[in-house]
Nanobody, 115 residues
Framework: QVQLVESGGGLVQPGGSLRLSCAAS????????WGWYRQGPGKQRELVAR???????YYADSVKGRFTISRENVKNTVYLQMNSLEPEDTAVYYC?????????WGQGTQVTVSS
């Protein structure tokens, strides 16, 4: 079973940037789509970005143009570059297969956008 470890979150001011990483304990190459999800306070977990094995990307409208997902199959790692962060981006961020998460969720990484 693949284990997922997210990192890179923190406290950032509006307009700032963060880069999240998701390290998988096993190979991610066999999984076609990987995604970044988030769960804000009092909200359901939502898929915000996903990437195919070939590098095609998809984004939720709320993050399009600000977030960039990428993957390094050799390192079994998926990244999320987040720019122009807004308070509404405050959430715990997770990675998993997408759009149907099939692995146990990691602990996530907290992103807080506040002045």
């Amino acid at each position: 079973q693949v284990q997922l470890v997210e990192s890179g979150g923190g406290l950032v001011q509006p307009g700032g940037s963060l880069r999240l990483s998701c390290a998988a304990s096993g190979s991610i190459f066999s999984i076609d789509h990987w995604g970044w999800y988030r769960q804000g306070p009092g909200k359901q977990r939502e898929l915000v970005a996903r990437i195919t094995r070939g590098g095609t990307t998809y984004y939720a409208d709320s993050v399009k143009g600000r977030f960039t997902i990428s993957r390094e199959n050799v390192k079994n790692t998926v990244y999320l570059q987040m720019n122009s962060l807004e308070p509404e981006d405050t959430a715990v961020y997770y990675c998993n297969a997408a759009p149907d998460p099939q692995f146990h969720w990691g602990q996530g990484t907290q992103v807080t956008v506040s002045s």
